[in-house]
């Protein structure tokens, strides 16, 4: 069992920055790669970025070049930094991790973006 908890939503005008982070605990060692997804109302849920065990990355079109993944192994944390905001990047935001052919999932974080 993995259990995942998302810190570091909140509210920013366009163009700000936030951080998410996500820490895990319970079978850590079992994780192959970890994720940010995210879902806005109305709209189904959506991969942003991916990172695995050999700290190789993957984006989303709509995030490259302003969102960066990353983790730091040592404190079991996947971090999401997130720049340029725009309004359309408003929605809930989960951290997710996968142990062999199961998912994990965290709460999730609200990120609002205004105009």
């Known amino acids: 069992q993995v259990r995942l908890v998302e810190s570091g939503g909140g509210f920013v005008q366009a163009g700000g920055s936030l951080r998410l982070s996500c820490a895990a605990s319970?079978?850590?060692?079992?994780?192959?790669?970890m994720g940010w997804y995210r879902q806005a109302p109305g709209k189904q849920r959506e991969l942003v970025a991916g990172?695995?065990?050999?700290?190789?990355?993957n984006y989303a079109d709509f995030v490259k070049g302003r969102f960066t993944i990353s983790s730091d192994n040592s404190k079991n944390t996947v971090y999401l930094q997130m720049n340029s905001l725009k309004p359309e990047d408003t929605a809930v935001y989960y951290c997710?991790?996968?142990?062999?052919?199961?998912?994990?999932w965290g709460q999730g974080t609200q990120v609002t973006v205004s105009s």
């Open positions: 997710s991790a996968r142990v062999f052919v199961s998912d994990y």
């Open positions: 990172i695995d065990r050999t700290d190789s990355t």
């Open positions: 319970g079978s850590t060692a079992s994780i192959n790669a």
